[in-house]
C-alpha cells in the first residue's frame, strides 16, 4: 500500500502547522518562492539538496524526508491479525479504515470508516456482541455512521470532548463518553487504553490493544507510515508534535500502529522513517 502523504503533502503541513509563508520557507531555505511552491503541489525535486534543505527549514529531518521521495514504505505486516479486522470505507474515493476488535465474540469498534453498514455486516457475520465504539476524532470519515450502529447496538460512543462538536450527529450526553488518559475497556479477554492524542484535531484519542505478542495502537490520523495528519486548526501543531513525539512513540518498538489511512507501521519504523520524529 502506498504511502498516505508525498513529498508535497509533507511540507504543506509542517509549513501550515508553523504558520508561515512561501516566502518565509524560501528565506529559510536558500530555495526560491518558486521552487517551494513546486514542491509543496508534487513536482518531483531537482536535487536531494533541495529536499535537505527545505527540510532544515521547516524543522523536519532530513534523511527520513529524502527516504520518502526515494520510494521508502514501511515493511508489509502479516495481512491476518489476531482479534483485529479491518474494515474500509470510501467518502469521495478516498479510501479510509476503522477496525473490529473481537475476543470471546465481544467485540469494540474502532473509527467507522464512513462504512456503518460494513460495520455490521461484520458484526452479524461474525456473531460478534458489541461492547463500545471508540472514536479517534469526529471527522465525519471516521464518525459517520454511529447513529446506524446504536440503532443496533446501544452501547457506549467514546470521544474526546473537544471534538463533540464535530460530530454531524451526536448521541445524547447518556452516551457520549470522555475516554481519561489510561483508563482501560475490557473486550473478551483483551484490554483497550485510552490514550488522549490532541493535535489533529483537540480531542483525538488512540486506542493501544493490549495482548500477548506485540501490542496494537489505533492512532487515528494522529500519525500516518512515514507523516502526520494535518493538525486541525493549524495552531494545533505544536500540540500534535508532542502527541506524537512523547506518547505514540514512545510505545514499545514493536508496536503496531493502525491508521486511518494509508498503510500499517511500527514505532520502530517511525523512529527511523518519520520526519517529524526529533
Known amino acids: 500500500m502506498p504511502l498516505e ?12 502547522g508553523q504558520q508561515r509563508s512561501m516566502a518565509d520557507v ?10 517551494v511552491s513546486e514542491l509543496e503541489r508534487g513536482q518531483s525535486p531537482r536535487s536531494r539538496e533541495q529536499v535537505q534543505a527545505v527540510a532544515r527549514a521547516l524543522g523536519l529531518r532530513t534523511e527520513p524526508l529524502t527516504q520518502v521521495v526515494d520510494g521508502w514504505t514501511p515493511e508489509a505486516l502479516p495481512s491476518s491479525v489476531p482479534h483485529v479486522e479491518t474494515v474500509f470505507g470510501s467518502i469521495g474515493g478516498y479510501e479510509v479504515k476503522g477496525y473490529v476488535v ?51 447496538y446501544p452501547v457506549p460512543v467514546y470521544l474526546g ?30 484490554t483497550i487504553r485510552f490514550m488522549p492524542t490532541p493535535g489533529h484535531t483537540p480531542g483525538g484519542v488512540c486506542y493501544r490493544l493490549e495482548q500477548a505478542g506485540a501490542p496494537i ?28 513525539r512523547k506518547q505514540v ?8 500502529l493502525f491508521p486511518g489511512h494509508g498503510p500499517a507501521t511500527t514505532v520502530r519504523e517511525e523512529l527511523l522513517h518519520n520526519p517529524f520524529y526529533s
Open 217 to 244: 495502537c489505533f492512532v487515528g490520523d494522529t500519525l500516518f507510515a512515514g507523516s502526520i495528519g494535518r493538525s486541525n486548526p493549524a495552531g494545533l501543531y505544536e500540540t500534535h508534535l508532542e502527541s506524537v
Open 5 to 16: 502523504d508525498e513529498l508535497g503533502d509533507i511540507l504543506k503541513k509542517a509549513r501550515n
Open 249 to 256: 512513540l514512545t510505545l514499545a518498538p514493536d508496536t503496531r
Open 102 to 152: 473481537h475476543d470471546r465474540g465481544e467485540a469494540v469498534v474502532v473509527d467507522t470508516a464512513y462504512n456503518a453498514s460494513g460495520m455490521l455486516a461484520l458484526l452479524a457475520q461474525r456473531k460478534l456482541r458489541l461492547r463500545a465504539i471508540c472514536l479517534t476524532h469526529g471527522h465525519s470519515d471516521h464518525a459517520e455512521g454511529i447513529e446506524a450502529i446504536l440503532r443496533a
Open 26 to 35: 524560501a528565506r529559510a531555505s536558500g530555495l526560491s518562492e518558486v521552487e
Open 161 to 190: 470532548p473537544d471534538d463533540f462538536d464535530l460530530l454531524s450527529w451526536r448521541p445524547s450526553p447518556q452516551v457520549l463518553h470522555v475516554p481519561q488518559g489510561g483508563e482501560t475497556l475490557p473486550v473478551g479477554g483483551l
